[in-house]
């Protein structure tokens, strides 16, 4: 009963935090809510995405950790290669971001660190691009300005609810109008991915560093 009240006074942190966005739905196809907001000083939307997993905490950490793989699941991802590996639960990669023609291919190296709330179970994945690391390419818009957020909350055994959060400035001269039409494209086909690729056997045990609700 004391961690359930724990996780719902987390859960509303979570909604009180995400008050400065006004988000307004998007689309919600196979229980993948995306959701759009205007973000003060930007031309570009913010992007949340709600989703109900029939996997582990544990599994998705792994998922998202296993940085080489994400081309089979992260839509329009060209390339994506580790680069630093600080621990278990915290990582450096690049990764190259196929973009349409006529505009230019983006990319960006990106500082991953995953948390998990001792009592709740909750665990946070932060993903905010950083410098340096990689020269910037001259055929290839370098990403500079971006911030990605997963919420992962347990609900039951094998199932856990997850709350993305994406701001970016895509760099360079693009329509801010075209990538906000496409904002609940990527984020939706992302997901669909995501949950292929958690069925795969790779990651059935998921990752020791992240305990379920059980404690296990």
């Given at each position: 009963?004391?961690?359930?009240?724990?996780?719902?006074?987390?859960?509303?942190?979570?909604?009180?935090?995400?008050?400065?966005?006004?988000?307004?739905?998007k689309?919600?196809k196979?229980g993948?809510?995306?959701?759009?907001?205007?973000?003060?000083?930007?031309?570009?939307?913010?992007?949340?995405?709600e989703?109900?997993?029939?996997?582990?905490a544990?599994?998705?950490?792994?998922?998202l950790?296993?940085v080489k793989?994400c081309?089979?699941?992260?839509?329009h991802?060209?390339?994506c290669?580790?680069i630093?590996?600080?621990?278990?639960?915290?990582?450096y990669?690049?990764?190259?971001?196929?973009?349409?023609?006529?505009?230019?291919?983006?990319?960006?190296?990106a500082?991953?660190i995953?948390?998990?709330?001792?009592?709740?179970k909750?665990v946070?994945?932060?993903?905010?691009?950083?410098?340096?690391?990689?020269?910037?390419?001259e055929?290839?818009?370098?990403?500079t300005?971006?911030?990605?957020?997963?919420?992962i909350i347990?609900?039951?055994?094998?199932k856990?609810?997850v709350?993305?959060?994406?701001?970016v400035?895509?760099?360079?001269?693009?329509?801010?109008?075209l990538?906000?039409?496409?904002?609940?494209?990527?984020?939706?086909?992302s997901?669909?991915?995501l949950?292929?690729q958690?069925?795969?056997?790779?990651?059935?045990?998921?990752?020791?560093?992240i305990?379920d609700q059980?404690?296990?």
């Amino acid at each position: 009963m004391y961690k359930k009240l724990l996780l719902f006074v987390f859960i509303l942190k979570i909604s009180t935090a995400s008050a400065q966005y006004k988000w307004t739905p998007k689309t919600d196809k196979d229980g993948i809510k995306v959701f759009t907001s205007l973000v003060p000083g930007s031309k570009f939307k913010a992007i949340k995405v709600e989703a109900d997993l029939d996997a582990t905490a544990a599994q998705l950490v792994k998922v998202l950790l296993d940085v080489k793989n994400c081309t089979e699941w992260v839509s329009h991802t060209k390339l994506c290669t580790l680069i630093k590996q600080v621990s278990p639960s915290e990582v450096y990669y690049y990764s190259e971001i196929d973009v349409p023609w006529p505009a230019t291919n983006r990319d960006f190296v990106a500082h991953l660190i995953v948390r998990q709330n001792p009592e709740t179970k909750v665990v946070t994945v932060d993903g905010p691009a950083v410098p340096g690391f990689v020269p910037v390419k001259e055929d290839i818009v370098r990403i500079t300005a971006s911030k990605g957020e997963w919420i992962i909350i347990p609900i039951e055994k094998d199932k856990i609810k997850v709350v993305y959060t994406l701001q970016v400035d895509p760099g360079g001269n693009i329509p801010a109008w075209l990538i906000n039409m496409l904002a609940a494209e990527g984020p939706t086909r992302s997901f669909q991915g995501l949950k292929k690729q958690l069925k795969k056997p790779e990651y059935a045990h998921g990752v020791s560093f992240i305990k379920d609700q059980t404690g296990r």
